[in-house]
């Protein structure tokens, strides 16, 4: 299940080195992440390592690769699976990989506020994390990157206006290029790796991201108009394999969650505001924004809406998207109240 991967673009090689398989007696805990070096993500993932570390004695150490090099998100899955990693940072795109039900966080129009995101997913969060664990999963913590939207070479205020673009979308996104087709949008399925060169070449002349990947990867120099539209958060989540995760010490794993958990926090924190930062930067580079009006809004709201049963196809449950949407009216409710 892919749905909504489109959404959810983050670099990162498909293919990478091949890593020794590690025996469950060593500590040394081998992490992915498509974060680049340097950047804000890959920092914090490199401090929450040196926590552990501390907390462990130096009993336990991290190896990180970044910017992919472990290949992209569904080729770390494989590799833990086998054993040649024991960790990765994953976007919404990776953890739906492993279950698809993650997906119903990132319904597209679903949830318009960091407090509405915020309180789905501290009520969610159990459910998921029992989901992933069952699959072979521990959830570390969770994260967030900011909020997805359109970026083209040309405006995009309605939905109609994605049929005037080349759009690009994940090579394996079977479902959404179907749904994209349907609604007249033109979808150009490529591997990540080739969205940089492919908006050079003009093969595709519009994407979806959030800010800070848009800068990050400097992806925005070829489409310098932004839709001013929240349509989906970027989810994500550290996840250790159980097998490493059962390797380690009972006596060392609440200090090792407690820095976990921090590490988590911290990244909320600053990715919400470096994603808003990352809005002016590319302002002073030349980048549109584009606010959409309300009646506009009201057809991406219909289009989301109507697009919902065929992104939920048969793996994400109905009732989980009617439970997200309940608790997000909860939010907007207390909200009001306060």
Do not use: C
């Given at each position: 299940m892919k749905a909504l991967a489109l959404a959810l673009v983050v670099l990162g090689d498909t293919a990478g080195p091949e890593f020794p398989r590690l025996s469950t007696q060593d500590q040394t805990v081998k992490?992915?992440?498509?974060?680049p070096e340097g950047s804000p993500w890959h920092g914090i993932i490199r401090d929450m390592a040196e926590d552990w570390k501390k907390a462990?004695?130096?009993?336990?150490?991290?190896?990180?690769?970044?910017?992919?090099?472990?290949?992209?998100?569904?080729?770390?899955i494989q590799k833990m699976k086998v054993g040649q990693l024991h960790?990765?940072?994953?976007?919404?795109?990776?953890?739906?990989?492993?279950?698809?039900?993650?997906?119903?966080?990132?319904?597209?129009?679903?949830?318009?506020?960091?407090?509405?995101?915020?309180y789905v997913v501290e009520k969610t969060a159990p459910r998921f994390e029992?989901?992933?664990?069952?699959?072979?999963?521990?959830?570390?913590?969770?994260?967030?990157?900011?909020?997805?939207?359109?970026?083209?070479?040309?405006?995009?205020?309605?939905?109609?206006?994605?049929?005037?673009?080349?759009?690009?979308i994940w090579a394996t996104s079977t479902t959404e290029a179907a749904l994209w087709k349907d609604e007249g949008v033109q979808p150009v399925p490529l591997a990540a790796t080739e969205i940089h060169p492919s908006l050079k070449s003009g093969l595709i002349n519009a994407f979806s991201t959030t800010p800070l990947a848009a800068l990050?990867?400097?992806?925005?120099?070829?489409?310098?108009?932004?839709?001013?539209?929240?349509?989906?958060?970027?989810?994500?989540?550290?996840?250790?394999?159980?097998?490493?995760?059962?390797s380690i010490p009972e006596a060392q794993k609440p200090a090792l969650v407690k820095a976990a958990k921090e590490s988590g926090?911290?990244?909320?924190?600053?990715?919400?505001?470096?994603?808003?930062?990352?809005?002016?930067?590319?302002?002073?580079?030349?980048?549109?924004?584009?606010?959409?009006?309300?009646d506009a809004l009201a057809e991406w709201e219909k289009w989301a809406r109507g697009a919902w049963p065929r992104l939920m196809g048969k793996d994400i449950p109905q009732e989980l998207v009617a439970e997200i949407e309940k608790?997000?009216?909860?939010?907007?409710?207390?909200k009001k109240q306060g």
């Open positions: 992490l992915g992440t498509l974060a462990a004695d130096g009993k336990i150490q991290f190896r990180i690769y970044p910017g992919g090099v472990a290949g992209d998100e569904p080729v770390m960790a990765a940072a994953l976007t919404g795109v990776g953890l739906a990989e492993i279950a698809p039900e993650i997906m119903a966080l990132q319904m597209p129009m679903m949830l318009q506020s960091y407090e509405e995101l915020d029992k989901i992933l664990k069952d699959k072979g999963y521990t959830v570390l913590n969770w994260g967030d990157a900011g909020w997805v939207t359109f970026f083209a070479d040309r405006p995009v205020i309605r939905p109609d206006d994605l049929k005037k673009v080349k759009l690009f990050s990867f400097q992806w925005f120099g070829s489409a310098k108009n932004m839709t001013d539209l929240k349509w989906a958060p970027l989810v994500g989540a550290t996840v250790i394999t159980n097998k490493k995760w059962d926090e911290r990244l909320r924190r600053e990715t919400r505001k470096l994603g808003a930062d990352a809005v002016g930067v590319m302002q002073k580079h030349g980048l549109q924004v584009h606010p959409v009006p309300a608790l997000r009216d909860e939010a907007r409710a207390k």
